[in-house]
């Protein structure tokens, strides 16, 4: 079975222009609801008291709410997790708040809202903690940026670490984007996410800059798009395959791993979208536009000293 | 096509058995056992212990189905959590307090697996339930106590000589004391000097002394406040019975702690987030008054200790109820020698504690007094000196029938009772055991259905060439799981999530090959060159993609921490561990099936 059987190559670069404009469109885009709504930073990052009690029914949020108001906590928020049966309370840190001991307080008073009540998982962070955590992970980025653009430069040439960088950080700013914009949950976990896209992305690009080395090795004539669009389509199926299956493994993720995972598997799904056409579409006319030549890659062969006139 | 050599075999056959003989473990599951330690170096656990033990076991219907001895801990398998449960308690009572007995699980695998030190992962807290905690040691607190203590020391030693001061102000991070005039204070910065080296002191020109702690002090007093609430949280935990804690420094001023299948989570951070309190009681020797509260019937001003200090670890002191002085009159206890250079310790009592501590030992002369720790409302007797002498003056030395660890370990109890400084809960997370199982059975299914997923879709887009990968992919899995058991790494929700990320991203190196393979074969190569130079080509960009994720993969290592730390553990193998079986297994394996065969046509 192939699914890709195609003759001739597809002009990717003749559409570079359009291409470009939509990934700048959706980069400013996704950098706006990034500004104007800001991310939806979890209980990781922000400080503050996590809950999840389950009962053997449902029990009515609003009864919950009511009794945590009345006790002074008004703070909470209450939500219904996975099912009806399972309630999230969340509590912000806040003054006398500020303690480890509310999760015990909000639990006896909320234990006898249903039947079998049983408290499945607690996570205070308090307010010393989010910052670390934040700083460490804008180190995380810029020690994966840095250290792809090394291994690129060295490996390949400058101009093909910077298009990759450029393109996937690119990535990395729409899954912000769309977590900002649908208010979903960033925790650290989505974090692990987006950096593992980030790698995974890069790797995408490095298949294309490969065979688009390949092609400027081995072939004499064409011009630097036409070897380009070779390369892209020489690897288009593999790309599709490639991530089809990453995407088909995150999908089970996102189905079967319950809500701890679902968030996760999200960014991986946006990332690994994006990551396709970033590398097709936004790494390689970038190439053309740093201006790379067949000359950036091949070792210059000795000239040999001749007689001149 | 050339014949893959030998060694090549040998090595993929190796690696191959050996990763099923380090990931069998994980499929036998673990069966409940109790875990026995002592508290004390005075009491160890060891043959005897487990000879007595068993025998009582046996006698009791409570016989082990196995045991473990590992020269410090001893643990004892049993066929169901009830009977463990019932052993739990029976052994606790037959061994008293001074033996931690705490529930665990074992591997139930074969015992020569668990003597090659094939056990299974080591489960994170979010898979097998319990309790972490970050704490934070108050420094300011810390410093502040230490100021007090300063300040205190020089107005007593001002006052012994007779200088008058004016006011003593405690700041921040130091402390200022006024004088009157020049004069004065030229006097008692001179009489300082020599009494109170340790302080640092300087004129402030405004007619006043000043003491600051310096930034070498600071670090000092620093690493004493951790490396004593450590030792604080250690005698806390013993308590709760745990069996696998974990206490450890994290960065320069946070402790953390985590404790695998504690249930009772509301207990757990009562008895570490408590305070401890130090008191010193009169000892009550009178042998017919010992020989009744020995015999249970102990007066109502009395109480019977633990002393910790006693050789044999489980002798008791009976002692009385009231308090003389508490941890609060206390500003120091440090080791050091008496002057026979025997080991001591050096206690240094404030204003108010000196004078009582004169007026006790001139009224008790020849009798004991006890220096209780209480900790929980639960006492135990950290020393117990006979009063030889009155003593004035607010120093006050311990010595006698101790060594220098011992010395240390008193001084650090007395601390902990007196100055310690507070810690702070920063950081709790808490899964219920039943939020453990539901955590592993979504991430078992979650690899299991991608995995099958991928599967069908690669063999029939691929056939012969598909079955290679998968089998590829499924020792990439095996090689996976067991690395991470050798390396005893703990597993998380996260590091499941990876384990099914690095396989979902680990077929490319496969696809890659095909599809150049498949390329090769479409521009009329001959079946073995295609095959050939598939894998040659496609070998430098599995490589060149590989390093780049793995860049990524060790930034998370190195940044992350919690849940992140887990899932790059897990990536950065993943990476490794697929490199292995999609360059060299499958080239194997596509080497037995076609080499120096010939091949009309190439299922792929």
Request: with cysteine; aromatic share 6%.
């Given at each position: 079975?192939e ?9 990717f ?62 703070m ?6 996975d ?6 309370i ?33 996570e ?45 950080m690119?990535d ?42 390949e ?12 070897l380009?669009?070779n390369?892209?389509t ?9 991530h ?38 936004v ?27 | 096509?050339?014949k ?11 690696a ?10 994980n499929?036998?599951?673990e ?7 002592s508290?004390?170096?005075n009491?160890?656990?060891?043959t ?11 006698n ?27 052993a ?45 905690f ?6 300011n ?18 006052r012994n ?27 008692a910065?001179n ?12 004129d ?15 670090q ?19 308590e ?8 450890q ?15 009772d ?12 309190t130090?008191?010193?009681?009169m ?7 010992v ?24 002798s008791?002191?009976?002692v ?15 080791p ?8 001591a ?44 002498s ?27 009772g ?16 039943s ?16 995995f ?13 060439f ?26 998380t ?38 095959i ?11 490589f ?15 940044f992350?921490s ?13 990476i ?29």
């Amino acid at each position: 079975m192939e699914f890709f059987r195609i003759k001739t190559d597809i002009p990717f670069m003749s559409y570079g222009k359009i291409t470009t404009a939509i990934s700048l469109l959706t980069f400013i885009v996704a950098v706006f609801f990034l500004l104007s709504r800001g991310l939806n930073l979890s209980v990781e990052f922000t400080g503050g008291t996590l809950m999840e009690v389950s009962y053997s029914q449902a029990v009515s949020l609003n009864d919950i709410r009511a009794k945590l108001n009345d006790n002074g906590l008004d703070m909470a928020t209450v939500q219904n997790l996975d099912s009806p049966k399972n309630v999230m309370i969340r509590l912000p840190n806040r003054g006398h708040l500020n303690s480890v001991t509310i999760s015990n307080q909000v639990y006896n008073l909320i234990q006898n809202e249903g039947p079998n009540p049983q408290l499945k998982s607690v996570e205070f962070i308090g307010p010393e903690v989010g910052q670390d955590l934040i700083v460490n992970g804008l180190m995380a980025i810029l020690f994966v940026c840095i250290g792809i653009l090394g291994y690129l430069a060295i490996r390949f040439e400058w101009r093909f670490a910077i298009a990759a960088i450029l393109a996937n950080m690119h990535d990395v700013v729409i899954i912000l984007g769309c977590f900002a914009f649908f208010r979903l949950e960033f925790s650290l976990t989505v974090l692990a996410a987006i950096l593992a896209v980030l790698g995974y992305s890069v790797n995408e690009s490095v298949v294309v800059f490969d065979r688009i080395r390949e092609n400027f090795r081995n072939t004499r004539g064409g011009t630097v798009p036409e070897l380009i669009n070779n390369a892209i389509t020489a690897t288009m199926s593999r790309t599709i395959i490639t991530h089809g299956c990453t995407e088909m493994m995150v999908l089970s993720m996102l189905f079967f791993g319950g809500p701890s995972l679902h968030n996760f598997a999200l960014a991986l799904t946006i990332g690994i979208l994006f990551g396709i056409y970033s590398s097709v579409l936004v790494a390689s006319p970038l190439l053309v536009w740093f201006g790379v030549s067949r000359a950036n890659l091949i070792k210059k062969p000795k000239q040999r000293e001749e007689a001149v006139v | 096509m050339h014949k893959y050599s030998s060694w090549k075999y040998i090595i993929i056959v190796m690696a191959v058995i050996i990763s099923l003989i380090y990931a069998i473990p994980n499929f036998y599951g673990e069966v409940p056992a109790v875990q026995i330690s002592s508290t004390h170096a005075n009491n160890r656990v060891d043959t005897n212990t487990l000879a007595a033990l068993e025998a009582s076991l046996t006698n009791n219907d409570l016989t082990p189905l196995g045991e473990v001895f590992d020269g410090k801990t001893l643990k004892l398998k049993f066929a169901d959590t009830d009977t463990q449960l019932r052993a739990r308690d029976f052994i606790q009572a037959q061994l008293g307090e001074n033996y931690v007995v705490a529930l665990n699980l074992m591997p139930s695998g074969p015992a020569w697996l668990s003597k090659i030190n094939a056990n299974p992962m080591f489960l994170g807290l979010d898979l097998r339930g319990g309790v972490h905690f970050l704490l934070e040691i108050d420094m300011n607190q810390a410093l502040k106590k230490t100021l007090d203590k300063y300040a205190s020391d020089i107005k007593r030693d001002l006052r012994n000589n007779q200088i008058r001061y004016g006011n003593v102000i405690v700041g921040q991070n130091s402390l200022t004391v006024q004088f009157r005039d020049a004069d004065t204070l030229q006097q008692a910065l001179n009489q300082l000097h020599k009494d109170l080296p340790d302080i640092q002191l300087n004129d402030d020109g405004n007619g006043g002394l000043q003491a600051i702690i310096s930034e070498m002090q600071m670090q000092k007093i620093k690493e004493a406040a951790v490396k004593q609430n450590i030792l604080i949280l250690h005698n806390r935990v013993n308590e709760l019975g745990v069996a696998e804690p974990i206490i450890q420094q994290q960065g320069n001023e946070r402790i953390m702690v985590e404790l695998p299948g504690v249930q009772d989570t509301a207990r757990a951070k009562d008895i570490l987030g408590r305070t401890a309190t130090l008191e010193v009681r009169m000892v009550d020797d009178d042998p017919t008054d010992v020989a009744n509260a020995l015999a249970g019937s102990v007066s109502s001003d009395k109480e019977l200790l633990v002393d910790t200090s006693a050789k044999n670890g489980s002798s008791k002191i009976l002692v009385n109820r009231d308090v003389e002085l508490t941890g609060d009159n206390i500003t120091d206890a440090q080791p050091g020698f008496d002057e026979n250079g025997g080991a001591a310790v050096n206690i240094r009592l404030d204003g108010v504690g000196a004078a009582i501590f004169k007026q006790v030992t001139q009224e008790n002369i020849g009798k004991r007094m006890a220096m209780v720790l209480v900790d929980n409302n639960k006492g135990q007797v950290v020393t117990a000196p006979v009063i030889r002498s009155e003593i004035g003056g607010g120093q006050v030395q311990i010595s006698g029938a101790m060594n220098v660890e011992e010395a240390n370990d008193v001084a650090l109890l007395l601390r902990s009772g007196s100055l310690s400084a507070p810690m702070n809960m920063i950081e709790e997370r808490t899964v219920g055991p039943s939020l453990g199982k539901e955590n592993i059975s979504k991430g078992f299914h979650s690899v299991l259905w991608g995995f099958v997923a991928i599967a069908v879709f690669i063999i029939i887009y691929y056939q012969v060439f598909g079955v290679i990968s998968i089998i590829c992919l499924a020792v990439n899995l095996l090689l996976l799981i067991a690395a991470l058991s050798m390396l005893q790494a703990t597993l998380t929700l996260p590091g499941i999530a990876a384990i099914a990320l690095a396989l979902g991203m680990a077929i490319d190196s496969n696809v890659l090959i095909n599809e150049r393979i498949r390329e090769e074969l479409r521009n009329n190569k001959k079946p073995h060159i295609a095959i050939e130079s598939g894998y040659t080509h496609a070998f430098a960009t599995i490589f060149d993609s590989n390093v780049t994720t793995l860049i990524a993969g060790l930034a998370l290592l190195a940044f992350g921490s919690g849940p992140v730390k887990g899932f790059a553990v897990v990536h950065c193998l993943g990476i490794l561990t697929s490199m292995f079986s999609a360059v060299l297994v499958s080239r194997g394996i596509v080497a037995v099936l076609y080499a120096n065969r010939r091949i009309k046509k190439l299922y792929i």
